[in-house]
């Protein structure tokens, strides 16, 4: 700490501060300039002196450690692996992600759920049975049977469970069970709750106060650990700004900044981020591309008839959508496969159908291939640039794709692959046609 005097200061006001922080048992470094004079802190506990800006004098009090320790990189270097029911969670291992519906609503819609999300590759089942709401007049959840709904699921399923605690007395009901504590954003100041979650046995996941800055949030983290848990999960879930376009503004900038001041696990939550369903699966891949360990996802058997939190929870295809696109990106890495056993060779059918499906694969690579050559043979006949591409003709082509054919895709599918194809048809064109502008071979 640097306790700068005012230039005003008189030998007398520098003496008074220098007593007070040898009074605390801490050392002062002064050193007087020509203008003003300032003084260093030193000790293990700079805090005893926090008041000192009060004392006659003193212009300016700067910190310059963190006010957190146990919770900082400089405490503890090496990253923090927190890990739930045989899941790590933490120090690069894997994309952990943690799904499940808003309200645990019924113990079928739970079960369905925790299946289908399990299927899917979640590690994680979520589920509120006591929801803090924005508005009180809305469901508040169904309390202790949720629990117990969830404890079961868990069984069935495998997966381990987490549910928000949102009062100090029930710490013990939801050690027994649940895996991880959750402490939602409108707690993240409740210290009752943060010394209460510090003594439970169970890793908490701590979310980031909807007004809180990084700072204030890693001291909450380090409340809980200075209680006794040392398995603190940070959750990145949106903050309050002006814009009003989405629930919340998701901080993703957040996950960096922590990453070089806190050795914990840190999870990005889209769903209350964005509260909007189609913006959580874009920022779901940023938050995993930023380097979040896990992703926290609201999932829906039905979410027009959710009782909270349906505008932004996905649909059981939406998020196997998701995690399709989280596999194709090499965000999340298929778990190593179990040993062959001699159950798990296909049977016969499937590998032929396998084959055939390779064969179909290689006509249509081929396909592809020889409409982009008639494609270029179009550019170079039309020759020069400036003609432009017939987007008129584009359309139709969609149009008629989009129903030719009979199959499974739906018009939509048919729609999305036949622009692929236009796109990739049209970068060769665009390709050759810069290569005559500029009068060169084609790249
Ligand atoms: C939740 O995850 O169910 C929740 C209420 O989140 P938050 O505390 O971030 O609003
Ligand atoms: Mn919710």
């Known amino acids: 700490m640097i306790v700068v005097m005012s230039p005003m200061a008189t030998k007398g006001d520098v003496h008074a501060v220098r007593r007070t922080i040898e009074g ?49 990189v400089e405490h503890h270097p090496e990253r923090t ?14 994309l952990v992600v943690v799904a499940g519906p808003c309200s645990v609503e019924s113990a079928e819609m739970l079960r369905d759920t925790a299946r289908w999300v399990g299927h899917e590759g979640a590690r994680l089942l979520r589920g509120g049975a006591y929801k803090p709401r924005t508005s009180p007049y809305t469901f508040q959840g169904l309390g202790e049977p949720a629990l117990e709904m969830l404890a079961a699921a868990r069984a069935e399923t495998g997966l381990p469970v987490i549910s928000e605690v949102t009062d100090a007395a029930d710490v013990e009901l939801f050690d027994r069970h649940v895996d991880v504590l959750q402490v939602g954003s409108r707690n993240m100041h409740n210290f009752v709750l943060l010394r209460a979650v ?47 376009a989405t629930r919340n503004t998701l901080d993703l900038s957040a996950v960096p900044v922590l990453r070089g001041k806190t050795h914990l696990p840190i999870m990005v939550d889209p769903s209350h981020g964005t509260g909007q369903r189609d913006l959580v699966g874009p920022m779901a891949l940023a938050g995993a591309a930023v380097g979040a360990d896990g992703l926290l996802i609201e999932v829906h058997p039905d979410p027009p008839s959710a009782m909270s939190d349906g505008e932004q929870s996905l649909s059981f295809a939406e998020f196997g959508a998701l995690m399709d696109e989280l596999r194709r990106m090499q965000l999340l890495r298929e778990r190593p496969a179990p040993a062959a056993r001699p159950a798990d060779v296909p049977p016969a059918p499937i590998g032929d159908l ?7 694969d290689a006509t249509l690579a081929s396909l592809v291939q020889q ?18 591409h017939d987007v008129r003709r584009e359309r139709e082509l969609l149009e008629r794709a989009a129903h030719e054919g009979s199959g499974p895709l739906s018009a939509d599918e048919m729609t999305q692959i036949f622009g692929a194809v236009l796109r990739a048809s049209r970068a060769v064109q665009r390709r050759e046609a810069e290569a005559a502008l500029l009068h060169r071979q084609p790249a």
């Open 24 to 72: 605390h048992g801490l050392q002062a470094f002064v050193s007087s300039g020509q203008e003003r004079t300032v003084i260093g802190v030193v000790g293990s506990d700079v805090d005893r002196v926090a008041n000192i800006g009060s004392l006659p004098g003193v212009e300016q009090v700067i910190r310059v450690t963190n006010p957190y320790k146990l919770a900082s």
């Open 81 to 94: 692996r927190v890990t739930v029911g045989g899941v790590p969670i933490g120090l690069g291992d894997e």
């Open 198 to 244: 510090g003594q439970s046995s169970h890793p908490v996941l701590l979310k980031r106060g909807f007004g809180a800055t990084i700072e204030e949030w890693l001291m909450a983290a380090e409340y809980i650990l200075s209680s006794g848990n040392s398995n603190v999960i940070l959750c990145e879930r949106g903050i309050r700004t002006f814009e009003t």
């Open 354 to 360: 396998r084959g055939r499906i390779d064969e179909v």
């Open 371 to 388: 409409r982009a050559a008639l494609a270029l043979e179009v550019e170079r006949a039309r020759g020069g640039i400036g003609h432009g």
